[in-house]
Antibody, heavy 120, light 108 residues
Framework: QITLQESGPTLVKPTQTLTLTCTFSGFSLTTGGVGVGWIRQPPGKSLEWLALIYWDDDKRYSPSLKNRLTLTRDTSKNQVVLTMTDMDPLDTATYYC????????????WGQGTLVTVSS | DIQMTQSPSSLSASVGDRVTITCRASQSISSFLNWYQQKPGKAPRLLIYAASTLQSGVPSRFSGSGSGTDYTLTISSLQPEDFATYYCQQTYSTPPNTFGQGTKLDIK
């Protein structure tokens, strides 16, 4: 059974750094074709693709947020960590992590999401 | 970035109706197109990948088609549990794998 779970703060202040952890089970991030991605969704709005880390530790970031995002992984703990610097109220959103599977490239398993509010 | 435009943005339909949602890419995406369903307060659910392949466990009333820049999601006979928001996503170009703006399907 594949599961993913996001964890981290629910409230951050403007200019602070957000750190979110995705803890997963039922698959390995070292298996070829597998990745873990992050997607966010502001309240009432569409989905926004943020970043993706692949089985070979290759990482891709949204160009619009690239300077603010960092992905790291701990394969022994089955965790992927997303950090986002310089948080702004416009970053208020539900943040999801999801398993990314190739070669067709899709998110087939998702975490439940975590709502992060940016406010002073 | 490749832009994904869905139409319509919202749609009212009745149980039993046949419904089609369209997704247009700003350039050819060679069938690297996925469809997701999202219900309020829930994570998206993968319905179709590679434009036309039904994800395991998804009812056969859902189907996808298209090529190049134009793709469609069809629900052949709407069921009460199908009322939700639907998103397309291109995975031809990374990053980013852009999503459409969504199509909200509600009960007429």
């Amino acid at each position: 059974q594949i599961t993913l779970q996001e964890s981290g703060p629910t409230l951050v202040k403007p200019t602070q750094t957000l750190t979110l952890t995705c803890t997963f089970s039922g698959f390995s991030l070292t298996t070829g074709g597998v990745g873990v991605g992050w997607i966010r969704q502001p309240p009432g709005k569409s989905l926004e693709w943020l970043a993706l880390i692949y089985w070979d530790d290759d990482k891709r970031y949204s160009p619009s947020l690239k300077n603010r995002l960092t992905l790291t992984r701990d394969t022994s703990k089955n965790q992927v960590v997303l950090t986002m610097t310089d948080m702004d109220p416009l970053d208020t959103a539900t943040y999801y992590c999801a398993r990314h599977y190739g070669p067709e490239f899709y998110f087939d398993y998702w975490g439940q999401g975590t709502l992060v509010t940016v406010s002073s | 970035d490749i832009q994904m435009t869905q139409s319509p943005s919202s749609l009212s339909a009745s149980v039993g109706d046949r419904v089609t949602i369209t997704c247009r890419a700003s350039q050819s995406i060679s069938s690297f197109l996925n469809w997701y369903q999202q219900k309020p307060g829930k994570a998206p659910r993968l319905l179709i990948y590679a434009a036309s392949t039904l994800q395991s466990g998804v009812p056969s009333r859902f189907s996808g088609s298209g090529s190049g820049t134009d793709y469609t999601l069809t629900i052949s006979s709407l069921q009460p549990e199908d009322f939700a928001t639907y998103y397309c996503q291109q995975t031809y170009s990374t990053p980013p794998n852009t999503f459409g703006q969504g199509t909200k399907l509600d009960i007429k």
